[in-house]
């Protein structure tokens, strides 16, 4: 992705890649089908009509038949990209899973799924007829991959290139100009929530996300919400994660998966939470409701390996932060002070606190919806006018009693014979 990001700021575009969401479903289906097809003239047109209208084709099914698409495309140049450590490409292949006879078991009745493992089932077999593997993916089949594209690509149409090589080569080749201050590999600080490493990967996020979605997206709108984690609530904890990682702890560990949306609605409801409850209780002790999110963080970072903390920290405090401005009135127990002052400060409270000012008008969000008529296109639309404030409450209710040594105003949660439970 890193390289399409690059190419299109070059002004190479549209680049066809699977990975961007809008090329799902229909794409990886009709992608399944053309490297199924053995007839090489069938499959050449095909491709011609897949590939109509692009610059650019990355990854697969075009890598798979660079000779076709060289005879298709007689003056394109290639770029082959290059790993320093070939047994990271093959741990990421294989971690894929797609291919697996559960992935299909388990997600046939999710869209795109059976067409993600015919693609790939469908580009390992290519690969083992053209090399004699008896196993694939493999080292072996990284290796005879590179060495194929270098046999039938011309002389001076053909880049190794690695991410490391930075600006220089690539634009040198593209006959390009490099470009002055934009760090290479670029970062797609919008759709990295949309990429997941495998299958199981996709799954767990998307059970951990969708109730809380739900939540976020009944209080604000359909199209609201579409936009703020499209936007500010994917590009800030993104942002702040570059700034840490490569600004100040030089790194460059790239991270991806929509736990980034995960942890920034914990932040939200964990807020939320410290609104109506300012703590709960654990036989004597007395917990601040908004540190669950902190503790699930570290469940998360010792349980679930190769999980960014430094990203999911990210992520819930700019959660946190959304929510800052909605906290309103005394807590006896003044666990954040600064969170406190600010709502004593702050004249009118809001439901998207500080991100108010990125969000979109309401006047513009209902002047789309009516143009597109989205509330009669799509079932369960929520309208600008009929988001409901509060619909769920916090998570937990409020509906715990009041434990001795509560001040006024406290309605603390407690885990000792309470009948509270998720939701309202």
Same mark, same amino acid.
């Given at each position: 992705m890193s390289?399409k990001?690059?190419l299109e ?16 479903i ?14 090489t003239?069938r ?13 650019v ?15 298709i ?24 899973g797609?291919?697996?006879?559960i992935?299909r078991l388990f997600?046939y ?19 083992r ?5 008896t ?12 060495e194929?594209?270098?046999k039938?690509v011309?002389?001076?149409?053909l ?22 201050? #934009?760090?290479?590999?670029l970062?797609r600080l +919008? !759709?990295?929530? =949309?990429? @997941? %490493?495998?299958f &199981?990967?996709?799954?767990l996020?998307?059970?951990a996300l ?19 984690f ?16 490569r ?6 560990t ?8 995960v ?22 002790y ?11 963080? #570290? ?6 390996? +190769? !999980?960014?903390? =430094?990203? @999911? %920290?990210?992520? &819930?405090?700019?959660g946190?932060?959304c ?16 969170i ?13 606190g ?6 979109p ?6 002047w ?6 989205l ?16 619909r ?12 001795a ?16 439970r998720?939701?309202a």
């Amino acid at each position: 992705m890193s390289l399409k990001a690059a190419l299109e700021h070059l002004n190479y575009s549209p680049c066809h890649h699977l990975m961007e969401p809008f090329h799902q479903i229909s794409h990886i289906k009709r992608s399944a089908a053309v490297l199924r097809t053995t007839d090489t003239e069938r499959r050449q047109a095909l491709f011609k009509h897949l590939f109509q209208g692009y610059e650019v084709v990355l990854d697969l099914p075009g890598s798979a038949c660079v000779d076709d698409l060289l005879q298709i495309y007689p003056n394109a140049k290639v770029i082959l990209s290059m790993r320093k450590n070939p047994n990271v490409w093959l741990e990421s292949v294989k971690n894929l899973g797609v291919d697996s006879a559960i992935f299909r078991l388990f997600g046939y009745w999710t869209p795109g799924v059976v067409h993600s493992s015919n693609l790939v089932r469908a580009w390992l077999q290519i690969y083992r007829a053209r090399f004699g593997l008896t196993e694939a993916p493999c080292l072996e089949m990284y290796r005879e991959h590179n060495e194929w594209v270098r046999k039938i690509v011309p002389k001076g149409r053909l880049l190794e290139f690695e991410p490391s090589m930075g600006w220089g080569p690539l634009c040198d080749f593209l006959g390009k100009k490099a470009p002055i201050g #934009i760090p290479f590999p670029l970062y797609r600080l +919008n !759709t990295y929530p =949309l990429i @997941h %490493v495998n299958f &199981l990967h996709a799954l767990l996020n998307a059970l951990a996300l969708t109730p809380l979605m739900e939540r976020f997206e009944a209080e604000h709108g359909t199209l609201l919400t579409g936009a703020m984690f499209v936007g500010p609530l994917s590009t800030l904890p993104a942002g702040a994660y570059l700034l840490i990682e490569r600004g100040i702890w030089r790194g460059n560990t790239a991270v991806q998966g929509s736990s980034v949306w995960v942890f920034v609605l914990l932040g939200i409801e964990a807020v939320k939470a410290y609104k109506a409850n300012p703590y709960f209780s654990i036989s004597t002790y007395r917990i601040p409701t908004w540190t669950t999110p902190l503790a699930l963080l #570290i469940c998360v970072t010792a349980l679930v390996p +190769n !999980t960014s903390f =430094l990203g @999911h %920290v990210c992520s &819930l405090a700019v959660g946190y932060i959304c929510k800052l401005t909605s906290l309103s009135g005394p807590s006896p127990v003044v666990v954040v002070p600064f969170i406190d002052l600010l709502s004593d400060t702050l004249s009118k409270p809001d439901g998207l606190g500080y991100l108010k000012i990125l969000a979109p008008p309401d006047k513009i969000l209902r002047w789309i919806e009516g143009k597109l008529n989205l509330l009669g296109r799509l079932p369960h639309y929520v309208s600008i006018d009929q988001k409901t404030y509060g619909r769920y409450g916090v998570l937990p209710s409020t509906n715990a009693p009041t434990s001795a040594g509560a001040g006024e105003g406290s309605i603390p949660m407690t885990y000792l014979g309470s009948t509270q439970r998720l939701g309202a």
